[in-house]
C-alpha cells in the first residue's frame, strides 16, 4: 500500500504535470496541452524537429500513464493514479515515467552541457510557477556539495521521488518544493 508520505508526493505530481485543465483527472487532452506549455516555453515551432520529437514523447508517455485507467473511460482519476503506484511496486519506474524523466532534465539543462546547475533550476521551476526561493534550497538539498547534477544524479532522485517513502528523501525535492508534504 502507498504510503501517506508517498501518496502526496503521487498527487502533487499529478496535479502540477500531468491535469493540465484541473479537472481531477487526466486525458489525452491534457498532454496535448501539457505539450502546448512546453512548446511556448522552449520557443519551438511546429515545423521545427523538436516539436515533433516531444509529441512522439508525449505521446509514449500518454500510451503508459493510459495503462492506469482500469475503468477504460479514457480518464486516469486520482484513485487510479494512486491504485498504479500501488502496484508498481518500489525497485523501478515504468518506462513511461523513464520517458517523463528524461524530459524533465532536458527542459531543465538549459545550457545542452549534460548537467543542471542551480541557476537553470531555479529558472524553469519559476517559469513553471514555483517560488524561485524554494527552488533554490530545494536544489541545495538535492545536489549538497555538488555545483550541478548530472543526468545520473537526477534520475537518481527522480526515482527517489516517486518510489520512495522517506519524507526526508533529497529527491523529495525534485521539483522544486517540498510545501505539499505538509499540506
Not at 506549455?37 to 509529441?55: M, P, S, Y
Request: aromatic content about 14%; charged content about 35%; overall charge negative.
Amino acid at each position: 500500500m502507498v504510503s501517506d508520505v508517498r501518496k502526496k508526493k503521487l498527487l502533487f505530481a499529478f496535479k502540477k504535470f500531468f491535469d493540465a485543465d484541473e479537472s481531477g483527472a487526466v486525458e489525452k487532452k491534457d498532454f496535448e496541452k501539457s505539450l502546448e506549455k512546453l512548446v511556448r516555453l522552449q520557443g519551438w515551432k511546429e515545423t521545427d524537429v523538436i516539436f515533433n520529437v516531444a509529441k512522439d514523447i508525449m505521446n509514449q508517455i500518454w500510451d503508459g500513464f493510459k495503462a492506469a485507467d482500469v475503468d477504460s473511460d479514457g480518464k486516469v482519476s486520482t484513485d487510479e493514479w494512486i491504485k498504479m503506484w500501488d502496484l508498481q511496486g518500489t525497485d523501478t519506474l515504468p518506462e513511461w515515467n523513464n520517458l517523463f524523466c528524461k524530459v524533465c532534465f532536458h527542459i531543465q539543462d538549459k545550457t545542452g552541457d549534460g548537467a543542471i546547475d542551480e541557476e537553470e533550476f531555479v529558472k524553469v521551476h519559476g517559469i513553471f510557477g514555483g517560488p524561485i526561493e524554494d527552488a533554490a534550497d530545494a536544489f541545495k538539498k538535492m545536489a549538497g556539495d555538488k555545483s550541478s547534477l548530472n543526468w545520473e544524479d537526477f534520475s537518481k532522485l527522480f526515482k527517489e521521488f516517486f518510489l520512495s517513502d522517506d519524507a526526508d528523501a533529497p529527491g523529495n525535492y525534485i521539483f522544486g518544493t517540498i510545501k505539499f508534504l505538509n499540506e
